[in-house]
Structures are given as C-alpha cells and as structure tokens.
C-alpha cells in the first residue's frame, strides 16, 4: 500500500525567507501528485499538479519538483509571506485512489 | 461560480443517531470522493464514485455508506456502527481518469456526543 510522508512535520521561518517543503511516497507507479494548501477549519486548496511525466511545474511563487524514481517531491515557496501561514499537504495518484501525506505546518513570522 | 458544497458546516448529532452530510458540485466531474480527516492524521478515504449508480469501499469505509444517483451529488450517511465518528469530513471530486486534479469542498465538522 502506498505512504506518504511528509518531513518536517512543522516549520517556522522569518518572512522573505525561501523555504522547501519535502513529500516522499513509498510506490513510484504514480499518475501525478498534487499539492495542497489547507487553512485552520477549511477544507484543501488546490496549489500545483504534476503529472508522472512532467520533472516540475511552477505557480506565482511556488514551484514543485518531482523525482518519480526516488520517490520524492520538493515544494519550494519563494519569498516567504504571513499569508502563506498554512499546513501544505501532497497527495499521490495512484489508479483509482489518492495518498495522503499528513501534512507540513507552516507559520511565517512577520 | 462553479464549485463544491458541504452542508452543513458543523452538525451535532447524539451517539446512536444515523446522519446524513451532503455534497454536491457543479463542476461536471464523474469522480467524488468522501475523507475523513483527524488530528494529527492525514486524509483517509471513506468512499469514492468514479460514475453515477456506482461507487467503491476506500480505506476506512465501515460505519459509512454512501449512494450516488447524479452525478452532481454524493452523500455520506455516518451510521451509528461507526465506533468514533466525530471527525471533519472532506468531500472532492475530479473529472476522473489519471491526469486530473482534485478540487474539495469546504469540510463539515461532526461532533458526535
């Protein structure tokens, strides 16, 4: 069964700081992974999609990496702001279902 | 706007109740999806639907049912066999296949006492 994991769990930077955001999962046979930002209370937004063919793909300040083979994806966020203050999470595609990682918390302290 | 709808957002419900949590998109996707997520856990599935009249077990689907008889709608019931289901429960859909995203609704809390 696929796992996913996310390292750290939590994180606290000074804003302006670049910071990366790590996703690993134990199955390589992905059809994409899809990055997530969650709110306190609120339900998952929808950051960045990597298909299993594609190496990365970029938004605003956000770019993710993903190494298929090693089973590893980056989520670098650029130019950190309070606003980005979340929990992020990744999830795996795998057929008909999607993994979970338990999620990265970030604060940014202004 | 096109999206996903959870009502209610908080629902209370007494131990030994059946509770029904609605989810419905207008977004034309044949996939949904039902999570529960916990504290410290990450999204676990309940159930999922790749086409009307049709739906799977995910993970954790005992104490759950589900139904989907449109397309645009997916209800979670919350039985009274599953053993703790105070939780937030996270409806998604997509437009199915492999190389499509995820989109979710806002979460309904269920606090069961």
């Known amino acids: 069964k696929q796992e996913v994991t996310q390292i750290p769990a939590a994180l606290s930077v000074p804003e302006g700081e670049n910071l990366v955001l790590n996703c690993s999962f134990t199955?390589?046979?992905?059809?994409?992974l899809q990055w997530f930002r969650q709110d306190p209370g609120k339900g998952l937004t929808s950051l960045l999609l990597?298909?299993?063919?594609?190496r990365e793909q970029t938004s605003g300040r956000l770019n993710a990496s993903l190494d298929k083979s090693s089973g590893r994806s980056t989520l670098y966020i650029a130019a950190s702001q309070p606003g980005d203050s979340a929990t992020y999470l990744c999830a795996v595609h795998t057929g008909n279902q999607f993994y979970f990682g338990t999620g990265t918390s970030l604060t940014v302290i202004p | 706007d096109g999206g996903i709808t959870q009502s209610p957002k908080y629902l209370f419900r007494k131990e030994g109740q059946n509770v029904t949590l609605s989810c419905e998109q207008n977004l034309n996707h044949d996939a949904m999806y039902w999570y529960r997520q916990d504290p410290g856990q990450g999204l676990r599935l309940i159930y999922y639907?790749?086409?009307?009249?049709?739906?799977q077990k995910g993970d954790i689907a005992e104490g759950y049912s589900v139904s989907r008889e449109k397309k645009e709608s997916f209800p979670l019931t919350v039985t009274s066999a599953q053993k703790n289901p105070t939780a937030f429960y996270l409806c998604?859909?997509?437009?199915?296949?492999?190389?499509?995203?995820?989109?979710f609704g806002p979460g309904t809390r269920l606090t069961v006492t």
């Open positions: 199955d390589s046979a992905i059809y994409n």
């Open positions: 639907s790749q086409i009307v009249n049709d739906f």
């Open positions: 990597i298909q299993s063919s594609q």
């Open positions: 998604a859909s997509s437009k199915g296949g492999t190389s499509y995203e995820q989109y």
